[in-house]
């Protein structure tokens, strides 16, 4: 088993280190493994939720001494990047270039609409589906990701599934077809608790719709775990996995690592 989403305590809503993860993955029988705190961004953006700019290299100092104690775990270097365009040149410059990181994930927790910032768990109308789908795909046209996070996790926001949430799918997972992008089947929405809604209570995400969709096309999964804390470095996986099979998913248990940026 490979697992790359993983957040350590710099984020302020995790726990364990680079190291903790290291140890917990060997136990599990980790093959891969691949540490993606979300990224500090440089103009201190939703900071509430990531590590400081002050805190970039020492983070990356991490995975040295992880990688001595625990040679026979492939250890890879990655951060979960909220897009922005803004931050292209941040993410290409700053992680891929000068600091060598191995892998970027592309995650939309925000989006922008009539000028402001959106939250996922805000999303309530076709508007906010659109522009949501619209900034996965932007996203997923920068080149910059080895895969995208949990796209279908508009569902934590917008409940029923309908002709507004089957569209917005649609759109994103015709992008990733035709871009090539890989797209994350997350196993954390699965420890979250279920929400009620009025087909009956569901997951917040993933959503069967969704991956029944992404069946008929020709995309790419990949099943991650998305643990926030070292003993969850495994959890889900099969649940994940399963998914996969059950909608003829195609999956994928590698990644392009530092890839050629446009």
């Not at 970027?104 to 508007?127: C, M, Q, R």
């Amino acid at each position: 088993m490979n697992n790359y989403h993983t957040h350590t305590w710099r984020c302020k809503h995790a726990s364990g280190t680079v190291t903790d993860y290291t140890k917990e993955a060997e136990t599990a029988d980790i093959g891969i493994l691949g540490i993606s705190d979300h990224t500090p961004l440089p103009d201190n953006r939703w900071d509430f939720v990531r590590m400081g700019m002050d805190e970039l290299d020492l983070y990356l100092e991490e995975f040295q001494t992880a990688a001595e104690r625990f040679p026979q775990i492939t250890l890879l270097k990655g951060f979960e990047c909220d897009w922005a365009p803004e931050y292209r040149n941040f993410y290409r410059e700053e992680l891929l270039e000068k600091r060598d990181t191995d892998y970027l994930i592309g995650a939309v927790h925000w989006f922008p609409y009539h000028g402001e910032w959106l939250y996922t768990g805000d999303i309530e109308n076709s508007k906010h589906l659109s522009a949501y789908s619209s900034h996965i795909i932007e996203a997923m046209e920068s080149g910059l990701f080895s895969f995208i996070a949990h796209p279908d996790s508009f569902g934590i926001g917008y409940k029923p599934w309908d002709e507004n949430a089957r569209s917005c799918s649609r759109d994103i997972i015709s992008a990733a077809e035709e871009l090539g992008s890989i797209l994350e089947i997350n196993g954390y929405g699965l420890r979250k608790p279920m929400i009620s809604t009025e087909e009956g209570e569901r997951r917040q995400y993933p959503l069967k719709g969704f991956w029944e969709l992404a069946g008929e096309s020709g995309i790419t999964a990949i099943c991650n775990s998305d643990a926030h804390n070292p003993e969850d470095v495994a959890a889900s996986l099969e649940e994940t996995a399963k998914i996969a099979s059950d909608f003829s998913v195609r999956l994928t248990d590698t990644l392009p690592l530092n890839i050629e940026v446009k």
